[in-house]
């Protein structure tokens, strides 16, 4: 799947919206990614999970592990694909961990999929994670990647889409100096 397909299909199911939007951390943007809307119908979430796993298919491996709960369906289908197995860590008082019973055996190689990545923040703290288990992190894959390429996680990493999303404080935003009406995403119809 191409990145051009790739942003076509979430721009199709306004999982990338254009105009002026209220982040959450409050800064302002003129775009706004929410991949969940892009991953509703599993064909598509398993199109996306192939071509995560064609990257990966010379890897030898042997699990796939995402961060919950944004990686879990992208992570799944990947594993799908691959035809391995799938984990996932997620917080517990605040700590990326590894629960429910999932066990690592050493170096077991392991593939870490995200949905999107931004700062690489929980694809790190995921690795950190399984790390401590003793797993040998091959790489990491997302369908997105926001930072458009910047994002470090200190293994290989790729992704389906690289994009550049500005965001800024609301005295700094462009849009806001235009005179333009900044929204919270899902606010209204847009
Ligand atoms: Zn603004």
Redesign the pocket.
């Known amino acids: 799947m191409t990145a051009e397909k790739t942003l076509e299909h979430f721009k199709q199911t306004n999982a990338l919206l254009e105009g ?1 939007f ?1 982040l959450s951390s409050g800064l ?1 943007s003129p775009s706004y990614l929410q991949c969940a809307l892009a991953l509703q119908y599993p064909p598509d979430a398993a199109k996306f999970g192939k071509a995560i796993a064609e990257h990966f298919t010379n890897e030898r491996i042997e699990t796939v592990a995402s961060p919950a709960i944004g990686g879990l369906i992208i992570g799944y289908e990947v594993a799908k694909a691959l035809n391995v197995r799938f984990i996932w860590t997620e917080r517990e008082n605040g700590v990326m961990t590894l629960r429910r019973g999932f066990s690592i055996k050493q170096n077991e190689r392991i593939l870490v999929v995200e949905d999107v990545i931004t700062t690489g923040g929980s694809t790190r703290e995921c690795i950190f994670a399984l790390e401590n288990r003793a797993a040998k992190i091959v790489a990491a894959a997302s369908i997105v990647d926001r930072s458009n390429g910047a994002a470090e996680v200190g293994v290989p990493r790729i992704a389906l889409v690289s994009l550049e999303v500005p965001s ?1 404080k ?1 005295e700094d ?5 235009r005179g ?1 009406e ?1 929204v919270k995403p899902g606010s209204r119809r847009i």
């Open positions: 002026h209220i302002h800024y609301p935003c462009p849009l806001c100096e333009d900044a």
